[in-house]
C-alpha cells in the first residue's frame, strides 16, 4: 500500500486499483500539541521572570513545574502521534478505480464519473473539510486543521486520480 496524501490523521492510500481513505485517529494531538507548548512558554517565561524577582519567588518554584510538565506531555502527544500515524487505522471509504465508490459489503455506491470533491465549511474551525459527494450522498473525508494540514493534498490526490473536481 502506498500513502498517496495526508490531512491531520487522515490518509490517502492506494492498492492496486482501490483508493482508501484511512483515519488514524490522531486528529486531536495537534490542537493537543500547541495548546501545550503554548502553556511549556507562558509558564516557563513566568517562572524564569518570577524567580528572578525576590517577592514572586515562591511563585516560580510553583510556575516551573509546571512547565516542565507541561513540555513533557507535549513530547509523550508527539511520540504518540508518531506510533499512531504507522498503524492500519480505521478505513473511512473505499474507491474501486473501475468501479466507483464501494460500501462496506463491496457494493457500488456510486460510478466513479458521479463522484467530486468540494471543500466544504467546517462550524468548529476556520480551516475547510473536504467532501466526497454523489448524486444521491456526502462523506467528509479529510478535515483541515489550522495547527496541522490543510484538504489540499488529498484534493489534488483525488483528481489526480478522475475523482472529479467541485460540482455545485
Keep these: 500500500m502506498t500513502t498517496l496524501a495526508r490531512c491531520g490523521s487522515r490518509t490517502l492510500e492506494q492498492d492496486g486499483r482501490l483508493l ?69 487505522g480505521e478505513r473511512i471509504a473505499t474507491i474501486d478505480l473501475e468501479r466507483g465508490l464501494l460500501d462496506d459489503s463491496g457494493n457500488v455506491v456510486a460510478p466513479v464519473p458521479a463522484l467530486s470533491v468540494q471543500r466544504t465549511f467546517q462550524l ?28 489540499s493534498a488529498i484534493e489534488h490526490a483525488l483528481q489526480q486520480h478522475g475523482i472529479g473536481g467541485s460540482r455545485s
Excluded: K
Design 20 to 88: 482508501l481513505i484511512v483515519d488514524h485517529g490522531t486528529g486531536w494531538t495537534y490542537t493537543t500539541r500547541f495548546v501545550l507548548g503554548l502553556l511549556t512558554v507562558i509558564f516557563g517565561v513566568n517562572a524564569i521572570v518570577m524567580a528572578t524577582m525576590a517577592e514572586l519567588r515562591g511563585v516560580a518554584f510553583i510556575f516551573g513545574p509546571l512547565a516542565v510538565l507541561f513540555a513533557v506531555s507535549f513530547i509523550a502527544v508527539g511520540r504518540y502521534r508518531a506510533r499512531r500515524a504507522n498503524t492500519t
Design 124 to 151: 468548529t474551525s476556520s480551516s475547510r473539510a473536504l467532501e466526497l459527494r454523489w448524486p444521491h450522498g456526502a462523506l467528509v473525508i479529510a478535515r483541515g486543521n489550522p495547527f496541522a494540514d490543510d484538504v
